[in-house]
């Protein structure tokens, strides 16, 4: 191709196009913003709010149902917060931390937002909180948090502790479950920290796990885990319980993972040892028809929230809830409407022109949310100390549902995080 | 001593379905890179479109799943002349893998748009619905019928590569497409064909693998990977014998192998490949391209 | 950043005959050499002109190019690499336990991470080395993900899924690199010693060999060269490239995690090399530079509200078009213009 004579007028002219091509985007987003070099934050009276929502990969549900949350809190408050006009920039979470840290950049960067929110996953947390701390911008996250993070000046957490909820049914599983427990979750951050909070409590109240020996790659995990993000089929590792001779199963999956471990559940025959798990297993769009379905029915779990929670804020909630969305609130809703509650009485409490120090100082003075799932405080770890619930999936009138069926302990105090992971 | 054999006989036996539905799937693939010599990199993805045919149109019949299987069929067919067609104008494989690369992206990002991004689990046949148990252990009545389903289905493919005029051809095009040319083949349309029936084939799979493998997002990308296991250790082409073998190493390795050394569950298939590499002739290597 | 334009010589003009590199050369010397230094101009003064967002994205895409032209290097052998994202890691993690042992110094992390990922290189050369072509492409796919495997499960070296957090990157002691701009002017000015080396590299003795393997290997064997050797130094020079790349991660990120070498980043390098390739009608580092910068601008920028894949996908979908449809435009215009010449 190389001696063709008629082919060099338009291999240069590509070339020439490449470089232009180099050049034009660069203008182009030069646009935005002033130079890299002073960078002054804004104070104005409206306020901006970075939403980061996953809108692509595993956690896209979980990012519909929080920007759901969120949005409801806005509408039917006049898209005011503590009197303040407000813009919400949504960018997208997507599927890792690189992805969710790129969001999180356009936001603080371009956007120059006030208030951070969101995230479903936890593992991005911990890669946002220096850069929101550094920028004195406060992080309102509306996902797990991981035990890692240590600074937490500037985060705060509408949601959850990772380690928290295998904390708060530890004790209920020790008491009522006559026999061994097994212990099954994915092998991250997220599952160590779920499944860790769980085994140390339950070990601490005398339970007993029954899961054999070198039954995990990690030696520090008393759990048997599954290949994360992928496993390809939970039988090999279900086909272990029987003969383990666990009375009860403990596990923590959420998304894609938990609809393919409850069938998988179903399909080997277990369904005469009772499965309990972290409520993620059957939250939000898990129970629907072409998910889990009726494979879940009679599955307990333990969660902060589930529709069915005594008191008005709760029927009021549902009913604002149901006014505009077809589906069952759940707490993926809940975190981010709580969000969006704190940010009203902290920004009302940040002065004439708030700024992301005024408003995170102000988030440290709020002493009550009036939440959905019942009133709640911030904890010295800038995370809810709330009740969690016992719940079970049952038919609530045609469709499936998380119904609560008791109250678990308050006051769970998590215990540290191994040294080591 | 027979009550502890049960557990594994039944991780085998999962084994043995998962690489049959991985055959399907690869055997598709490396009829594309056998025929085109293109690394069909949006593969996954159509094992991915199948899937989530299936979660649509099966309604918890036989009739509804013998519906979304022809459905797949015809997609397929139509989807894979048309990849035929944009590969056509494009002269390197760089510029081909790379359209391919796009298709997939865009497969992704609207299977995303359009479910929501949930890991779906369509309904199985009532008639195949639940599980028979041994001992205790569980195995779902469908993926015993897959089983069953798949033997004749590979079978019968060994029986056209090899014996009809139809395979003669093809292989011919795989082998030396120069001379399959000189002796008035149209490798053009040989090829179209290939691409077709290769997209057809990781369609099928993902219609009647969905309750096995479901789909969700990241799940192309995974069973990308899976099927270029089985071509890397079988070869690409039309060596069907080869490839079954691979695959169902593949689903034993995937079964067994995870519950005996769960600490190499995530490693275990990158290992045996480049040790399979290691140990195989640098010719060998070659000629499989 | 369009230095690497200034001085590389494309492939497409070193492997023509002299007479006619020189006439086509002639004829767009000027044009191309402007557009070159209006690009380098704009490059050095972005931080002036934009803001920090801008200036993270462009030392996000400096990253890419640099793991775009370590694939492309081996394209100029005709070995398509999926896999370059293993040595990025490598040379990320390495510069990251350098950080961590207290050696913040840039440019001692930057010759560590590169060393470190030429030697990882080397020693996966010859196993990869034994195939060519598309299962060449498939091999190296399976290389990212046993690369991708270990950085999420040897937690003692990489911290597992979270991956390791470091202290910023020093120039000169006492001095952190935290400011947007001056990690993008470090990033540049380790693009442009990249874009000088691959320059040399580009004109040197090795990628005439890794041309020759390409075009006839047999015919380069029976004349005395070993292919897995040359082929070896090529792999073990492009892993050194992704390696740089790496370095320049822990600069911008303070952070290096799996997501870094997930199936996602990996594709971006690969269509970035491929794109650039489809830009210029043979593997060029211009060519994969262009499209490294195009696909940040695109996916990251225009694209951050969750239709990045699309615009990616779209991007894919197009380029590879463009070439063959001038070509024929031209070849068109060229018979038209026939009679009247």
């Known amino acids: 191709m190389t001696s063709h004579p008629t082919l060099r007028i338009p291999v240069a002219r590509l070339k020439r196009m490449g470089a232009a091509l180099t050049v034009v985007p660069l203008l182009a987003l030069s646009g935005c913003g002033g130079s890299s070099l002073d960078d002054t934050p804004n104070a104005d009276s409206t306020i901006t709010i970075g939403a980061i929502w996953a809108q692509s990969g595993n956690y896209t549900p979980l990012g519909t149902d929080m920007a759901n949350g969120f949005n409801l809190y806005l509408t039917t408050h006049g898209n005011k917060l503590g009197g303040h006009p407000v813009v919400v920039k949504t960018a997208d979470e997507g599927d890792t931390d690189d992805t969710a840290l790129a969001a999180a950049r356009k936001l603080l960067d371009s956007d120059r937002v006030d208030v951070l929110v969101g995230t479903a996953s936890a593992v991005p947390t911990v890669k946002i909180a220096p850069k929101a701390t550094t920028l004195k911008i406060p992080f309102i996250g509306t996902g797990g948090r991981p035990s890692t993070i240590k600074d937490v000046s500037y985060i705060w957490h509408t949601s959850w502790l990772s380690r928290e909820t295998g904390a708060a049914i530890a004790p209920y599983l020790a008491q009522t479950v006559k026999g061994p427990v097994y212990a099954i979750g994915p092998a991250y951050t997220g599952g160590y920290d779920q499944m860790g909070g769980f085994i140390d409590a339950f070990r601490k109240v005398g339970g007993k796990l029954a899961n054999a020996e070198g039954d995990n790659p990690n030696p520090d995990a008393a759990f048997a885990t599954t290949p994360y993000p992928v496993t390809p089929d939970f039988k090999p590792y279900l086909n272990k319980i029987r003969a383990s001779g666990a009375k009860a199963v403990y596990t923590f999956y959420a998304g894609g993972p938990a609809t393919k471990f409850v069938h998988a559940y179903r399909d080997a025959g277990l369904s005469d040892i009772p499965l309990y798990g972290a409520g993620f297993l059957t939250e939000g769009s898990q129970l629907n028809p072409d998910q889990e379905g009726d494979a879940a029915t009679g599955i307990q779990t333990v969660l902060n929230y589930a529709a069915t929670v005594p008191g008005q804020d709760n029927a009021d909630f549902v009913q604002t809830f149901q006014a505009k969305y077809p589906t069952i609130p759940n707490l993926y809703n809940v975190t981010a409407w709580d969000a969006a509650a704190l940010l009203d009485q902290a920004i009302a409490k940040a002065g004439p022109h708030p700024t992301g120090e005024t408003i995170n100082a102000a988030i440290g003075t709020i002493t009550q949310i009036n939440s959905p799932r019942g009133t709640w405080h911030f904890n010295a770890q800038h995370a809810p100390e709330q009740q969690y619930f016992l719940r079970e999936v049952r038919k609530d009138g045609r469709v499936l549902s998380n119904v609560v069926i008791r109250n678990l302990t308050t006051n769970i105090a998590v215990s540290a995080p191994p040294a080591a992971k | 001593m027979v009550s502890d054999l049960v557990p594994w006989a039944v991780t085998a036996l999962g084994g043995v379905a998962y690489g049959l539905l991985l055959f399907v799937v690869a055997d598709g693939l490396a009829l594309i890179v056998g025929v085109m010599n293109v690394m069909n990199l949006a593969h996954g993805a159509s094992y991915l479109a199948g899937a989530y045919l299936a979660c649509w149109l099966a309604d918890g019949t036989l009739t509804g799943l013998a519906v979304a299987v022809l459905a797949g069929i015809a997609a397929a067919a139509i989807a894979g002349a048309g990849l035929s067609v944009l590969l056509k104008p494009l002269a390197g494989h760089t510029e081909q893998a790379a359209v391919t690369l796009g298709i997939g992206f865009i497969a992704s990002w609207a299977f995303t748009r359009l479910t929501g991004g949930n890991t779906l689990s369509p309904p199985r046949p009532a008639i195949l619905d639940g599980h028979l148990s041994f001992a205790g252990h569980g195995y779902p009545v469908y993926d015993l019928t897959f089983i069953v389903l798949a033997i004749p289905l590979a079978a019968g493919m060994y029986l056209i590569v090899r014996r009809s005029m139809a395979g003669i051809r093809l292989r011919a095009a795989v082998d030396d497409p120069l001379m399959a040319a000189a002796q008035g083949l149209s490798v053009a349309r040989i090829r179209t064909i290939a691409l077709a029936t290769g997209t057809m084939l990781a369609v099928t799979a993902g219609v009647l693998g969905a309750p096995v493998i479901g789909p969700g997002p990241g799940v192309d990308s995974h069973v990308l990977t899976l099927s270029l296991i089985v071509v890397i250790l079988g070869g690409a082409g039309t060596n069907i014998r080869a490839l079954l073998t691979s695959a169902l190493l593949v689903g034993m390795v995937e079964n067994i192998g995870v519950a005996t050394v769960p600490a190499l569950a995530s490693f275990s298939l990158f290992l045996i490949v480049i040790a399979v590499l290691v140990v195989r002739g640098h010719r060998q290597a070659v000629s499989a391209a | ?341």
């Open chain 3, 1 to 341: 950043m369009s230095t690497v334009t200034a001085i590389t010589p494309d492939a497409i003009n070193a492997a023509r005959p002299p007479l006619l590199q020189r006439a086509s050369a002639n004829r767009w010397r000027r044009p191309r050499q402007g557009v070159a230094v209006a690009a380098a101009g704009l490059a050095v003064v972005l931080p002036a002109i934009t803001g920090r967002y801008v200036v993270t994205l462009a030392a996000t895409a400096i990253i890419l190019a640099l793991l775009a032209m370590s694939t492309q290097l081996l394209a100029v052998a005709a070995l398509p690499s999926f896999g370059q994202t293993a040595f990025l890691a490598v040379g990320a993690y390495t510069a990251a336990h350098l950080a961590d042992a207290g050696l913040t110094d840039g440019l001692l992390q930057l010759s560590g991470a590169t060393l470190a990922a030429a030697l990882a290189g080397a020693a996966v050369a010859p196993v990869v080395l034994r195939t060519r072509g598309t299962t060449f492409l498939m091999v190296t796919i399976m290389i990212q993900g046993l690369a991708a495997a270990v950085a999420l499960h040897w937690t003692s070296v990489t911290g597992g899924d979270e991956g390791v957090d470091t202290p910023p990157v020093t120039l000169w002691p006492g001095h952190p690199l935290t400011e947007a701009a001056y990690q993008y002017w470090y990033a540049l000015a380790v693009l442009a010693a990249c874009g000088a080396g691959i320059g040399w590299l580009m004109r040197s003795r090795l990628v005439l060999v890794l041309r020759g393997h390409a075009g006839h290997e047999p015919r380069m064997a029976a004349l005395g060269h070993h292919p897995t050797i040359g082929l070896g130094l090529g792999y073990t020079a492009a892993a050194a490239i992704a390696g740089a790349g790496g370095a320049l991660l822990i600069v911008v990120n303070q952070h290096a995690g799996p997501a870094d070498l997930g199936f996602g980043t990996a594709a971006a390098g690969f269509a970035a090399a491929a794109l650039g390739t489809c830009l210029t009608g043979t593997p060029t580092m211009t060519g994969a530079l262009t499209a490294a910068i195009a696909i940040i601008a695109l996916r990251d920028a225009t694209g951050s509200n969750g239709t990045g894949p699309l615009y990616l996908g779209l991007l894919c979908l197009t380029v590879p078009y463009l070439r063959p449809t001038v070509l024929r435009l031209h070849r068109h215009w060229a018979r038209r213009s026939e009679p009247t010449a």
